[in-house]
């Protein structure tokens, strides 16, 4: 099997390295409460259905699916930039160990200029969501939560993301820069 040369994901390096990843993993972690929560709450509902199906007076949770929808779309944003700081979105390291160290640099690169695009365009579109919901007033049809608060929740992993993509890909310049070419 031969040898990749795509650099290991590891503690990043230098003070803005270490305050970009201190940043990521905060968001991860509230990432992880918005699934705990997700995952209580479903509990809650379920039982609560049973013990309505046994006579025992209690019920769902109102809202529950409301709420479940709110919180997997800021926790799908939350874990965002934690995954892209840690090489963790996919990549096809089929042609890698002919590319060489450099070759392998450079494809980083392009996929993290291709990466910071695209965080570009989530983020202007979630702004042009949030300002939508924001003059329709539209609310959720039980809890009547303002359907703009997800939205704005989720700006924060967006906002996160794309700066996680710029430092990627001043992380990806430098290595392209200081990567050393293959000797034949």
Same mark, same amino acid.
């Given at each position: 099997?031969?040898?990749?040369?795509?650099? +290991?994901?590891?503690? +990043?390096?230098?003070?803005?390295?270490?305050?970009?990843?201190r940043?990521? @993993?905060?968001?991860? =972690?509230?990432?992880?409460?918005?699934?705990v929560?997700i995952?209580v709450?479903t509990?809650?509902?379920?039982?609560?259905r049973a013990?309505?199906?046994?006579?025992?007076g209690?019920?769902?949770?109102?809202?529950?699916?409301?709420?479940? +929808?709110i919180?997997?779309?800021?926790?799908?944003? $939350?874990?965002?930039?934690?995954? !892209?700081?840690? @090489?963790g979105?996919?990549?096809?390291?089929?042609l %890698?160990? /002919?590319?060489? @160290? @450099?070759?392998?640099?450079?494809?980083?690169?392009?996929g993290?200029?291709l990466?910071?695009?695209?965080?570009c365009?989530?983020? /202007?579109? $979630?702004v042009?969501?949030? !300002?939508?919901?924001?003059?329709?007033g539209? +609310?959720?049809?039980?809890?009547?939560i303002?359907? /703009?608060?997800?939205?704005?929740? %989720?700006l924060?992993?967006?906002v996160s993301?794309?700066?996680?993509?710029l =430092?990627t890909l =001043?992380?990806s310049?430098?290595?392209t820069t200081?990567?050393?070419?293959?000797?034949?």
């Open positions: 099997m031969s040898e990749t040369f795509r650099p +290991e994901p590891g503690p +990043e390096a230098g003070p803005l390295g270490a305050v970009v990843e940043a990521a @993993r905060l968001l991860a =972690y509230a990432g992880g409460i918005c699934l929560f995952v709450l509990c809650a509902s379920i039982i609560g013990m309505l199906t046994l006579g025992l209690l019920g769902p949770v109102p809202g529950d699916f409301e709420l479940v +929808e919180a997997a779309g800021v926790g799908v944003f $939350l874990f965002l930039p934690l995954c !892209q700081l840690r @090489r979105h996919v990549t096809v390291d089929i %890698s160990a /002919w590319f060489g @160290r @450099r070759g392998v640099a450079v494809s980083d690169l392009v993290n200029l990466m910071s695009i695209a965080a365009v989530i983020l /202007w579109r $979630l042009a969501g949030l !300002q939508d919901r924001l003059r329709s539209e +609310e959720s049809f039980i809890l009547g303002p359907a /703009w608060v997800g939205y704005a929740l %989720s924060v992993g967006a993301f794309l700066l996680v993509c =430092y =001043y992380r310049w430098v290595e200081s990567a050393t070419p293959d000797l034949a």
